[in-house]
């Protein structure tokens, strides 16, 4: 089982470009996040989706769009990239309903210089 | 605001030991509260908890959940080099939209333990 797949594991942008981190899993799963890790922290949600054609904010998602136009994919992009988002990026799916348990990617590594 | 709150932020033990450690939370809709570790990568999944006072138990492992305290505990007892990692407590928060359930998760900023030999 691959599971929950995301490239690239790890990226150098500089200041001002544009990146899409690719995230894909084949579970049939409905939900699917994108969570961000700043060293030392935890992890902070930037945008999730329940299902495809729908997506909604998390509690920071200033500087990023999503999409998710099929079940399987969740890409997450970065417009205009800052220092700020400098971080690890994990992305992560779980089956529909409350409660239930999220697998994980294995992160991807971005650093904005 | 929804927070989770996870003490120590460190802790060093040696080999054999006993530690526990802590999640207190404060979420809207609270559903479960779930245990990661995390390693080098990708946290990987402890345990889930929804029922106040019922243990879960994993071989060196175990949680508990308190509903009236807002607050779980993760136990590891005879502790061993391997356990040392980044422990993440998370609240999962559900609540209703686009006619569903939806299902996120409030983390805390984790525990790092480290087992010495």
């Known amino acids: 089982n691959a599971g929950v797949t995301q490239t690239p594991k790890f990226r150098i942008l500089k200041i001002g470009q544009s990146m899409t981190l690719q995230c894909a899993q084949d579970?049939?799963?409905?939900?699917m996040y994108w969570y961000r890790q700043d060293p030392g922290m935890g992890l902070k949600l930037i945008y999730y989706?329940?299902?495809?054609?729908?997506?909604d904010k998390g509690e920071v998602p200033n500087g990023y769009n999503v999409s998710r136009s099929t079940t399987e994919d969740f890409p997450l992009r970065l417009e205009l990239a800052a220092p700020s988002q400098t971080s690890v990026y994990f992305c992560?799916?779980?089956?529909?309903?409350?409660?239930?348990?999220?697998?994980f990617g294995e992160g991807s590594w971005l650093t904005v210089v | 605001e929804d927070k989770v709150v996870q003490s120590p932020l460190s802790l060093v033990v040696h080999e054999g030991d006993t530690v526990t450690l802590n999640c207190s939370y404060e979420?809207?809709?609270?559903?479960?509260l779930l245990w990661y570790k995390q390693e080098k990568k990708a946290p990987t999944f402890l345990f889930m908890l929804?029922?106040?006072?019922i243990e879960k138990k994993s071989g060196r492992l175990s949680s508990i959940l308190d509903k009236k305290e807002l607050s779980s505990i993760l136990n590891i007892t005879a502790t061993q080099t391997g356990d040392s990692a980044i422990y993440l407590c998370?609240?999962?928060?559900?609540?209703?939209?686009?006619?569903?359930?939806?299902?996120?998760?409030?983390f805390g900023t984790g525990t790092l333990l480290a087992v010495q030999p």
């Open positions: 992560a799916s779980s089956y529909s309903g409350a409660g239930n348990t999220i697998y």
């Open positions: 579970m049939n799963h409905n939900y």
């Open positions: 989706s329940v299902g495809a054609g729908i997506t």
């Open positions: 979420v809207t809709n609270f559903r479960s």
């Open positions: 929804t029922s106040s006072g």
């Open positions: 998370a609240g999962a928060s559900t609540g209703l939209n686009y006619g569903g359930a939806t299902n996120k998760l409030i």
